[in-house]
């Protein structure tokens, strides 16, 4: 800029940003153990990082007197704006964490991930909240206080800032990044017209399992201790790049209790089987239905019968893993 330019612009205060994004999740295994005192299950599971993101810009005006916060995207509408938020959440603990008190901040979500999906919507909007605010802000939070302020957040949030093939414990929240072979996995994402809360899809596993109806995991023993199951063939065949078998070992101890509350469901992962793909299931919570085919053709021939039969709300292809929470953009 050059003096003359001064001369006729007033000075603005200075305004920058930061556009961070994190990857949504899928569950390759997901053994449920039983309710703990928590209030929470313990998990066995594998996690996948899939090539759709949310997407969330920080803004630092020093001209604004508060924080605020705002979303656009499919599924908006249901997502609070207010200090519930989880990107919120995010963004205050990491000031928390670094001592400092929390600025004016803008807030702005770009969703693209199923709302109330099972795919971790809001725990990516958390991880990439954690990111963007480090980097828009200089915290200089190391990896493991980002990691302690995400499980703060949301058993899924740990994993959304890691991304790749990892296998979570606890209550999903202690994350471990597995051996897997370089293949990309081919998936089918087939959304529903309205979501699932989770608790309540826990909770109706709870009841299916007390009522004898489903029975209890085959990942944890009687006392609740995760024992070895299926995950630990699922880890081989991925570490293999083995697609049938990875098709062969996909599992998901929530499906009974989704497909329970909502039994149209199966018509949709019967579509998708009829149509060529390997396996189909339901992700995570639900209702969001995942197909793995064998290659970018035959997701495609599913998506498009799913779509031509009218199951899903939206249909999409993705294929995974990908990298974990990144920073996209600086202004
Ligand atoms: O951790 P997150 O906030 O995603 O969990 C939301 C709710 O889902 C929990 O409050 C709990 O009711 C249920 N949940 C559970 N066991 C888990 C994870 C979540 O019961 N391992």
Redesign the pocket.
Known sequence: MSSSDNAVRPQLAEISSCTAVAPAKINLHLG?GP??ED?????VTIYQSVDMWARVTLTADPAAQTWSISAVGPGAEDVPCDDTN?AFRAVRDCFAAAGRELPAVGIHLTKQIPVAGGM?G??ADAAAAIVAADDLYGLHLSGDQQLEIAAG?????PFCLKGGTVLGT????RVTPMPAAHTPLHWVVATAEDGL???S???ELDRLRAAGTVPESGSFDADGHAVDAGHIELARALAAGDIAQIAAWLHNDLQAAALSLRPVLRKTLEAGREAGALAAMVSG?GPTCLFLCRDADEALDVATELTSRGLARSVHTTTGPTAGAQVLERR
Not at 170 to 173: A, L, M, P, Q, R
């Open positions: 449920v309710l703990r209030g929470y299950h313990g998990l989880l971790a809001g725990s957040l949301g058993s899924d949030v606890g209550h999903g929240e809360s989770t608790p899809v826990f909770r919570s």
